[in-house]
């Protein structure tokens, strides 16, 4: 499985912590998205560890990235963590993306791994763009990917 160990967790999303939540509404406020954290209806943690392998470890790329993704009728916001580094956070409307299972991708007989692409318009960018939202093998990441990708396709009808 690719590089990294991958795990998915569902959390209320009162439950996240203090820190993301401030860097979420400092977000929200700087490009002035309004209420966007309502009707959230799935909030996950999103670890990923690098596996140590051969003499020197994992090889490039960080050691750990934790992710805390919102999803809402018309959202998805992302909190990410790459090792001990500030946060930084992510947010499209569901409208503006595609989304797509990394596992059904050409990508995935070179190198094996689980989650979702995402590609589209981000908050902040003028341009589209694709990012790699990392989801686990396992219960909460699947139910998490059927919810998105359901979500996607109800915000474009």
Known sequence: ????????KEIAVQDISTEITQAIQKYIELHNLGNILDGVS?????????QKKGLFGGGPGPKLLIQTAILT??????ADRVDQNALYIKSMQLRDIIVEDYEKTSFYAMIPD????????????????????PLGKDV????????????VQDAKK
């Open 1 to 8: 499985m690719g590089d990294y160990n991958r795990s998915t």
């Open 42 to 50: 799935h909030c996950i943690v999103s670890t990923s560890e690098k």
């Open 73 to 78: 009728n018309r959202w998805l916001i992302l």
């Open 114 to 133: 689980t989650g979702m692409n995402v590609t589209g318009m981000f908050t902040d960018s003028s341009e589209k763009g694709t990012i790699f939202l």
């Open 140 to 151: 909460a990441g699947d139910k998490f990917k059927e919810a998105l990708i359901k979500s």
